[in-house]
């Protein structure tokens, strides 16, 4: 693991459950100024099962409110259960005035193919350290 996988492993170890920030459009929607279907593909995939893992979902976009419809629409399509849109999806004490507090930033303007890297070897991580914790409770 690098530092980042590291560290972020650590926080869902420690609480059971993180927070991932995602963008919207050419992230996890088709927008036309990149071409990076693949990597759309894969970043739905990796937060459909990082939500079967334990993580919370909060659509982070610079939309205007009056989208947040047809984004909240395009998730349902897609099967992919989100927590919130531009708002921590649960109390906190910070992160409540402009920027939400997550552990993990998924965004195609800033390393999406390395913050998806990151977040699956956590994941993985994360589970499989889950795994050998019960296989040891029954042992």
């Known amino acids: ?12 170890s420690q609480h ?6 995602v963008d919207y ?7 036309p100024s990149i071409e990076n279907k693949p990597d759309i593909e894969r970043t739905i995939k990796l937060l459909k099962l990082a939500f079967n893992a334990g993580a919370y979902i909060v ?7 009056d989208r947040y419809e047809e984004i909240q629409r395009h998730c349902d399509e897609l099967q992919l259960p989100i927590n919130a849109i531009n708002k921590n999806p ?7 005035h402009g920027k939400i507090y997550y552990n993990i930033n998924l965004c195609d303007r800033s390393g999406l193919r ?19 914790k019960n296989i040891d409770d029954v042992a």
């Not at 693991?1 to 869902?12: D, H, P, Q």
């Not at 059971?16 to 920030?21: F, M, N, P, T």
């Not at 459009?25 to 927008?31: A, G, L, M, N, P």
């Not at 913050?115 to 050998?132: F, H, P, R, W």
Request: glycine share 6%.
């Open 16 to 21: 059971g459950k993180i927070i991932i920030s």
């Open 114 to 132: 390395e913050a998806c890297d990151i977040l699956e070897v956590a994941m993985y991580g994360y589970l499989g350290s889950k795994q050998n």
């Open 90 to 96: 649960l109390e906190m004490p910070y992160g409540n």
């Open 59 to 65: 659509i982070f976009t610079c939309s205007h409110v």
């Open 1 to 12: 693991m690098n530092i980042y996988s590291e560290r972020l492993f650590k926080e869902w």
């Open 25 to 31: 459009d050419s992230t996890i929607s088709y927008w």
